[in-house]
């Protein structure tokens, strides 16, 4: 993997438009170079057969086309494939491939590690490392349909990091997926899972994309939200509420809501009915994942 060249995997169509014209090459060869790494997703300018030989000469000198490598897989006895990609600087990320009748999901990381402190989530033990590009977190999905047989169907940003803290690589990303003819993977068939980044909540609402949107809610009331997720005392409870309410508005869809059960913390009876209220309010359904439990990862007085 080259280092040194600027990537070119992770521009948008219009962006690919940009740098050709300021290359002094025809808007349309940005088209035909978007459909070979996206569509046709080759790695290599010398498969680029419908380009010259001079422009594929310059691209190959300036430009890379491979911002990951496979590193490993790990089979679950569920079926779920985890996969290990590193970057170019050596730092391991995970995807998931999630298979069931109707769809194979493929759950995608936006950041190395998390700068948030979720108390039910390993990933921010790690702490935080870096943003990827948006070529590494579409990468993802162009290396991940190598190790499935069946066509990747649904996306979900809800791996390793916190989309909305990396929202103009996740943002380009989500154009891409858009623009790209990913053999059925539409914004429709896509969500976004943020654990309560208000104002970007809103940003992503007013661009007109729509991909779905899902809240790591997993708590109606705010100090017990606190506790099992510190970013709530930046943007509150409240606040995100009102965000995607107006995302729900603005898009047309529902929300979803994640919620962990955790025994004495947020599975009481108050808890239920307050949950019950909420999508009363908000056009919405809720996604209740189980809790894989890590001792040293319990805050203090709840379980699964």
């Not at 009748?101 to 998390?114: A, F, M, Y």
């Not at 976004?192 to 940003?203: L, M, N, Y």
């Not at 606190?226 to 943007?235: F, V």
């Not at 949950?275 to 996604?287: A, D, E, G, R, V």
Request: glycine letters at 6%; hydrophobic letters at 40%.
């Amino acid at each position: 993997m080259n280092k040194y060249k600027t990537q070119l995997k992770g521009l948008t169509l219009e962006e690919l438009q940009s740098l050709f014209l300021e290359m002094g090459e025809a808007k349309f060869r940005a088209l035909q170079v978007f459909n070979w790494m996206y569509n046709f997703r080759v790695t290599s300018f010398d498969k680029m057969e419908n380009l010259s030989k001079p422009l594929r000469a310059k691209l190959k000198e300036n430009y890379s086309l491979i911002t990951l490598n496979f590193a490993s897989s790990e089979l679950s006895a569920g079926g779920t494939k985890k996969l290990i990609f590193e970057t170019a600087d050596g730092n391991k990320i995970e995807s998931v491939i999630i298979p069931d009748e109707k769809r194979n999901t493929l759950c995608i990381s936006t950041q190395v590690g998390c700068p948030l402190d979720c108390k039910f989530c390993a990933t921010g033990l790690m702490g935080y490392k870096k943003n990827l590009s948006a070529g590494e977190i579409f990468d993802q999905y162009l290396l991940a349909q190598q190790h499935t047989e069946r066509d990747i169907t649904n996306i979900v940003y809800m791996g390793m990091g916190e989309p909305l803290l990396n929202y103009n690589a996740t943002l380009n990303s989500l154009k891409i997926f858009a623009e790209a003819l990913t053999k059925g993977i539409t914004l429709k068939k896509t969500i976004v899972s943020t654990s309560g980044i208000a104002p970007k909540i809103i940003e992503l609402a007013d661009t007109g994309l729509k991909p779905k949107l899902a809240l790591s809610l997993h708590s109606c009331f705010e100090k017990t939200r606190s506790k099992i997720m510190p970013i709530n005392e930046k943007y509150s409870l409240k606040e995100n509420l009102e965000a995607v309410a107006y995302y729900a508005m603005k898009t047309k869809t529902r929300i979803t809501f994640e919620y962990i059960m955790l025994k004495g913390l947020n599975d009481r009876d108050e808890d239920i009915k307050a949950l019950i209220k909420l999508t009363n309010q908000i056009p919405s359904k809720i996604n209740v994942i189980p809790f894989n439990s890590l001792q040293h990862m319990h805050p203090t007085g709840f379980s699964a």
